[in-house]
C-alpha cells in the first residue's frame, strides 16, 4: 500500500513557476514509477510526466517538454516537479501516482493516487 501526499499548487501569473512535491509512504518507493497527471474542468486526466524507480529514465508530455521537469529522492520517497514558463491552459488540478515498476503514460495502468494539488496560472 502506498499513500502520496502532493503540495505545492498555488496561483501563478503566466510565466512563472511552481514547484510541486509529492510526498510517499512505504518502504518500497524506489519500486515505483511514479507519474504526475493533470485535469482541467471539463477534461479528462492527462499525462504530463513519469520517471522510473531505479533507472531514473524520465519522460514527458509534449506540452511539457522543455517547460517541466520530474526528480525523485528515493532516499526521502518524494517526487517533485517543476512547472516552468507556465502558461494559463496549464491550469488544472495535478495528481501525484504511482505505478508497480513501470512508468508509463496511461493513467488507468496507475496503481496509487493523491489528492491532487490546484494549478492556476493566470493571463
Known amino acids: 500500500q502506498v499513500q502520496l501526499v502532493e503540495s505545492g499548487g498555488g496561483l501563478v501569473q503566466a510565466g512563472g513557476s511552481l514547484r510541486l512535491s509529492c510526498a510517499a509512504s512505504g518502504r518500497t518507493f524506489n519500486r515505483y514509477a511514479m507519474g504526475w497527471f493533470r485535469q482541467a474542468p471539463g477534461k479528462e486526466r492527462e499525462f504530463v510526466a513519469a520517471?522510473?524507480?531505479?533507472?531514473?529514465?524520465?519522460y514527458y508530455a509534449d506540452f511539457g517538454k522543455g517547460r517541466f521537469t520530474i526528480s525523485r529522492d528515493n532516499a526521502k520517497n518524494t517526487v517533485t516537479l517543476h512547472l516552468d514558463s507556465l502558461k494559463p491552459e496549464d491550469t488544472a488540478v495535478y495528481y501525484c501516482a504511482a505505478n508497480y515498476l513501470a512508468a508509463v503514460r496511461t493513467a488507468k495502468e496507475y496503481d496509487y493516487w493523491g489528492q491532487g494539488t490546484q494549478v492556476t496560472v493566470s493571463s
Open positions: 520517471i522510473s524507480g531505479t533507472t531514473s529514465s524520465t
